[in-house]
């Protein structure tokens, strides 16, 4: 078994200061950002709509508000609702973690909505030149979570290649143990868990670096090289990051607080359903308005 190096969240003490690995990685997903959208210029299809590096610089802020502000708001009302009720200054307790993608994404929506009705563009033109340059900072996410040991995935058979031991996680296993006493003596999982403090799990942040993040940039980048149909690059940004997500999820411990939804799927699943629809729905509409694959979007 794969056992997770633990590392320190803390990346750099500067005196009273600490420089945590999360917060880097949300630097890393905006340099990633810009780099992907100063390469999206030098597409001809790209750059005959007026883009320049001022406008992904002005973007970029736009986008960091939304995120933040959404991820955080998404948190607090999708995943801990009762308890930032009943503790409000807990809200702001950023440092401790607590991002929603969902709410992310619906808080940069509405970002670039702002930022297309100030640069007299559609909304959809922003949406379609921002979505390559969204899944790799996505993976920088994902990698932050798999640094601090943190949402890691479902419990698993041991001697799968994949498991992995994560340490951080001895009070959901012991609960684990004590909820699936079969399946426990069935695996050997009690005498893994004397010997080591930890169960043999998914390592699900890893799952979602690579689909939600390397593969879908791939597919992204790649259909959004080309001329599309206004909106097709936006929906199909939306369908790959929702059946990625949706795929992980069964991978991934749901949250304790939560657990399993109705019809067993998690509340990320739930999520993720309406963004797949929607993006069907846009496609669809995308091509329909155009008439032809060939019509130029941004």
């Given at each position: ?12 003490h ?52 939304g ?7 998404g ?11 009943a503790?409000?200054?807990d ?34 033109q ?10 790799l ?17 479902r ?23 004590a ?10 999982l ?50 790959g ?5 949706f ?11 939560l657990?399993?939804?109705?019809f ?21 509409w ?13």
């Amino acid at each position: 078994m794969l056992i997770h190096p633990n590392f320190d969240p803390v990346a750099l003490h500067l005196g009273p200061l600490a420089v945590r690995w999360y917060g880097l990685m949300y630097l890393v997903a905006f340099i990633c950002a810009i780099v992907v959208g100063r390469l999206r210029l030098r597409f001809p299809h790209v750059a005959a709509q007026g883009w320049s590096a001022k406008d992904i610089d002005d973007m970029l802020f736009y986008g960091v508000l939304g995120t933040i502000l959404g991820g955080r708001i998404g948190y607090v009302l999708f995943y801990k609702a009762s308890y930032y009720f009943a503790n409000p200054l807990d809200i702001f307790k950023v440092w401790q973690g607590g991002m929603s993608f969902h709410g992310g994404f619906l808080g940069v929506t509405l970002a670039m909505i702002l930022f297309a009705y100030q640069r007299k563009r559609t909304w959809l033109q922003v949406t379609d030149f921002v979505a390559p340059m969204v899944p790799l900072g996505l993976a920088a996410g994902r990698l932050g979570n798999f640094i601090n040991g943190e949402l890691w995935g479902r419990v698993t058979d041991p001697n799968a290649p994949w498991a992995m031991l994560f340490p951080n996680a001895i009070n959901e296993d012991a609960t684990w143990l004590a909820g699936h006493p079969r399946e426990a003596a069935q695996y050997g999982l009690f005498d893994i868990f004397q010997r080591y403090h930890a169960l043999p799990r998914h390592p699900s942040q890893l799952y979602e670096i690579a689909l939600e993040g390397l593969l879908l940039f791939v597919v992204v980048w790649t259909f959004a090289r080309k001329p599309r149909p206004l909106g097709a690059a936006s929906g199909l940004f939306m369908i790959g990051y929702g059946i990625a997500r949706f795929t992980v999820e069964f991978a991934r411990e749901p949250d304790d607080y939560l657990g399993l939804l109705k019809f067993g799927l998690s509340m990320g699943q739930w999520l993720s359903l309406p963004m797949i629809l929607v993006g069907v729905g846009l496609m669809a509409w995308s091509y329909k308005r155009a008439g032809q694959p060939r019509a130029v979007s941004g």
